[in-house]
């Protein structure tokens, strides 16, 4: 079956991921509750929705590092909801976290290793000590991910050196050394100026134009209406609206959760 969502022409076949009926709560806090979506392979999709409405929790329950009350999750039709996070790589999914995490004593180059050995590793099931030795010193896919993300001449810095914009071009290029099939990042260009981020949205959809399956989370509502193919619009952990971007920014849900949000808590 063929369908077409903005320019883009999508074949409907087994989406990479799917989520069914996912709800978690934290205590009384329903941070997201029976989200049904699915991510079709070469799309950029994007979640918008105001502060707490469940975009990271979703984020965080995809990867399986937050436990999921209710639901099914599969990857290619499978369901994986049982596996540690550290198996997630072996999936081919990488993901960027809305706060930066790395590694501070580790310098540029090493930080964006780590994506690449998490690949290998989790591939070639190396002992001890052997992939280290075998690798050659910078990997091809480091290489590549420095370059596109525009770190030459910061591989030697240390995170505490480099500017908040600057480390997230680092995260983003620790997840894609990883060669990965499905990229979650979740605000990835908090901290950057407008140039900043005009660029990560060419990389980002050069990368979808390499047929990679993307979940964008991002404030910044003309950022996803130039970057994203479908968005997901949350609000209160739950999804209100869904399509192309410029329909769910009209959406007078998507609207209203923005305006109304003052003052309302959750249950
Ligand atoms: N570990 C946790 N324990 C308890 N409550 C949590 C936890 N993580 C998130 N929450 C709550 O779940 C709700 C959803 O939070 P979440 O961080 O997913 O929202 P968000 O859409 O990512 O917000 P933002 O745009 O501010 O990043 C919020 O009410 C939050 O306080
Ligand atoms: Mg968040």
Request: glycine content about 10%; overall charge negative.
């Amino acid at each position: 079956m063929a369908a077409s969502i903005g320019d883009r022409s999508v074949v409907s076949t087994t989406p990479v991921l799917e989520a069914r009926e996912v709800s978690v709560h934290f205590g009384g806090v329903r941070a997201v509750e029976g989200v049904t979506l699915r991510l079709e392979p070469g799309l950029i999709h994007g979640i918008i929705g105001p502060n707490g409405s469940g975009k990271s929790t979703l984020i965080g329950a995809i990867t399986r590092l937050t436990p999921l009350t209710r639901g099914q999750l599969l990857f290619d039709g499978e369901p994986y909801q049982g596996i540690r996070p550290s198996a997630m790589a072996g999936l081919g999914v990488a993901r960027t976290f809305q706060t930066v995490r790395l590694l501070p004593d580790l310098n540029v180059r090493d930080n964006i290793q780590l994506g690449a050995d998490a690949e290998a590793s989790a591939k070639t099931r190396p002992r001890p000590g052997w992939y280290q030795r075998l690798r050659p010193s910078v990997s091809p896919a480091v290489a590549d991910a420095i370059r596109r993300t525009g770190l030459e001449g910061w591989e030697d810095y240390y995170p505490s050196e480099l500017s908040y914009g600057t480390q997230r071009r680092v995260e983003i290029a620790r997840a894609i050394s990883m060669n990965p099939r499905l990229l979650l990042l979740d605000e990835p260009t908090a901290g950057m100026n407008q140039s900043e981020r005009a660029e990560i949205s060419r990389l980002l959809r050069d990368l979808r134009d390499e047929g990679l399956c993307q979940l964008l989370v991002e404030h910044d509502v003309q950022m996803m209406l130039d970057t994203c193919d479908y968005v997901f619009a949350m609000n209160f952990g739950e999804l209100i609206a869904e399509g192309t971007p410029a329909d769910v920014v009209q959406n007078p849900l998507v609207q209203e959760a923005y305006l109304g949000r003052k003052g309302r808590q959750h249950a």
